[in-house]
């Protein structure tokens, strides 16, 4: 009996592996919650979608956000299966990178979203390298990958000054990344806190302040 059971379990196993996830549409997990033909909470799915919002976690996870057809869902993406930071290097997840994934559908505080891991997300247009514009959260993790380097960044307004101001992670300042852009003069002297934009300009150290800064080329609202 218990031969038949570990054979049950690994034939079960094995099917899992062979079959495929169905894929599923944004907009129909999204709307789900008023569809009664199919309730895909809890199943594995596949779906894909751009890129428009990223945050890194603590123990190195990452909520995204994904888009397609004018459906936004957030990707909740635990990176326990990744066995070393080369392996996350590989991802450097991009605003406007396609990409297909793997994962489960939950519901967190009343609205659906994808728990999916690291290993389950391929970029599917890795030859936009180019033109994406990076996360904030992206660049304060390796800014040495990047420094000299012509790069756009995509984030929120946090602190604006007289010469300078601040561009964060994600919306608000009291958490996430800041990274601190340097105009020679505001472009946009109506930026406001919380306006999400991207910026395009060369980052550098700064040996007197200890830190690495963005001078800016160009700034565009989102």
Known sequence: MIVISLFGICLLYCI???????????????????????????ELIKTRGVVVDLMNLSDRNMLLNIMDNGTELPVFVSS???????DSEKLMLKYGDVIELQGRIQQYRGKYEIAASEGGLKKINSDNNDKGAYFVAEIAEYPSNYEGRRIRVVGYICKVYKRIF?????????????????????????LEKG??????????????????????????CL
Do not use: W
Request: charged share 25%; aromatic share 8%; proline share 7%.
């Open 195 to 220: 306006d999400k934009v991207i910026i395009e300009g060369v980052l550098v150290y700064n040996p007197r302040d200890m830190r690495y800064e963005l001078e800016l080329i160009s700034l565009s």
């Open 166 to 190: 601040y561009l964060c992670s994600e919306e608000g300042e009291s958490t996430g990344y800041r990274m601190r852009v340097v105009p020679k003069r505001l472009a946009e002297p109506e």
């Open 16 to 42: 899992s592996c062979i079959v495929e996830p169905p894929y599923v549409p944004l907009d129909a997990i999204a709307s789900q919650s008023h569809n009664h033909s199919h309730n895909y909470e809890n």
């Open 80 to 86: 326990s299966f990744s066995s070393s930071d080369k």
